[in-house]
């Protein structure tokens, strides 16, 4: 809800590759933000198409609210889940004390409700916390044992449960596995158009795997300059004002390791990088 976003940066570098992280700022999706968030939501499924959104709100936000704002963009191609609420088992009491409208939605709204913080807690407390629940989500799920120690399948019911607590149907994959992988990177950096003129040639030449497609952005001698591989060619132009520097990489056998070092080195300070390792 502040201007500054704590975790968006954590996740990103924690998730790894596979994984791409929207931080929204200075709002509550909830409230102030709800037109901006569920904007958000159909920009990433047009434009990326993931297999799952993970929303995580601001633990100060009506989980309500946002389930009915993400009901009035579901279709046929965004199908909502059931939410799962993470309840504080050691401070959840003086939580229903202090905000109980916000106590008392999150629950309800639950298709969900997992203990935290409860590795340590009397089977009574839990008893009597599963029973404080209850008022509040009487049909919803409880986990009040550790979580880290709940069954993959657990896990993976997660992602396959509607709303309406029904279990989602696996369907058929309707792709093709090429074989393909991928190659992020951000903030790359070259000395000079030149070494970015020879390290696209190298590419073209197998040094990095067979890239069937690569383009982005790098900082080059201060400059902002794009890059594009397609059909055994390369071209580079000027970046547009505003942009920023990455470059993402598909091919097969992509030497991820050998792409990040190359452009790694730059932001260390080597002053180029020796071409002979990739030549053809």
Known sequence: MGAVGVDGGFLSSSLGDGIEVWEMTQGCICCSM????????LTIENALQPEYLLVEPTGVGMLGRIMDNLGKIAYERIEILSPITILDSLNCRQSAQEFPELFADQLASAGTVVFSKAEHLPSEEKAALEALVRTYAPSADIVSQPYGQQAAAWWDGLWRKAVDGTLLKEEPAD??????????????????????????????RGGFGHIVRAKG???????????????????????EEGEEAKAVFIGKNVDKTALYEVFQAREAGTQGFDLAPFAA
Request: with cysteine; proline share 3%.
């Open 34 to 41: 709800k037109s901006d968030f569920a904007t958000s939501v």
């Open 175 to 204: 792709t093709i596995d090429l074989g393909l992988s991928i190659a992020s990177l951000a903030q790359p950096r070259m000395a000079s158009p030149a070494t970015l003129a020879a390290f696209l040639e190298a590419l073209l």
């Open 217 to 239: 952005n790098v900082m080059v001698g201060g400059y902002l300059l794009r890059f594009d591989v397609a059909g055994g060619q390369y071209c580079i132009a000027g970046a």
